[in-house]
DNA sequence: CCTACCGATCGGTAGG
DNA sequence: CCTACCGATCGGTAGG
């Protein structure tokens, strides 16, 4: 908290006329992360387009965030564990639903026949999430590869694999 | 370091007549994780075979050392900030060596045409690494897959994709 | 928004 | 291996 004032230019204890507590902050940085991915599942469910065309759409969406947004994403990824019981269980909700989405779509894709390798949905957006959340580990801005070029290069990687 | 000696049943002040400190401990685990895959990475390099053989023992061996040593595992993939620079800088490079394995076997495997999917070494290396290791977030000993069966399921994935 | 604190916790030490 | 501490740090509060 002392260093959260710091850069506000202000006692740590100071920070406690506008704030209730250590534990508010967190929970909102997690939770307007955590929003971004859901809004994004929304969007491309609602939109249509083939199975393909969505989980392209659903990895572009998510690289972006990601890279616009290292730091709350990092915080709705990796933090949650410090959530009291009942802000806990809700993450968990949102990172379930938003994992779903996921499941949702390859589970489409495996029955319309797109997705042939997609015999368990639920490890396969397992694996496509591991590559995308992976992301907040390695991605720099002006980094050798940019954000867009990410996305394909993941687009590919998922649906072709090295083969 | 309280915690750490009610375990042995002592206080934690009693843990420094064998130890030198917190750090050392770090340090210890850190290397011991960091040793069980360069060792494997070492092995798999000398044994020989096809780019397609060599990846397939390089993700069982991961799998089975990842589900065999989570806590390690975790410590060495998760921790390494916490240490002081030079210590830091060692770990950094076990991992650098490790990931520089799977460069070369797909960079070998692109030359040799068995992997066309890789255009870029280095980031192929990052994306089956980024589905390795996110296996220390989600993989529970008795769960309803086993860990041959997701270092197959890997395999399947990194080599095919969803198609 | 600051002054002046509080109680709890942490890694660690001296001395036996 | 324990007793009895130490200094530093942390989230937070009372009162102005």
Redesign the interface.
Known sequence: MRDLGQELGLLGSSLYSHIEGKEQLLVEVIRSGGSMFQDLADEVAASGGSPFERLRRMIEGHVAILAANRDASATFLNEARFLPDDVRAEVLDMRDRYEASFRLL?AE?AESG?????T?PA??A??????L??LVR?FRPNGR?GADE?AS??Y????????
Do not use: C, M
């Not at 797109?114 to 997609?118: I, L, Y």
């Open positions: 390859l894709g797109d997705f042939p390798g997609v368990d490890i396969s397992t694996f496509v999430l591991s590559v959340n992976a390695w590869v990410i290069r993941i590919d990687f998922v649906t072709e694999g090295i083969t």
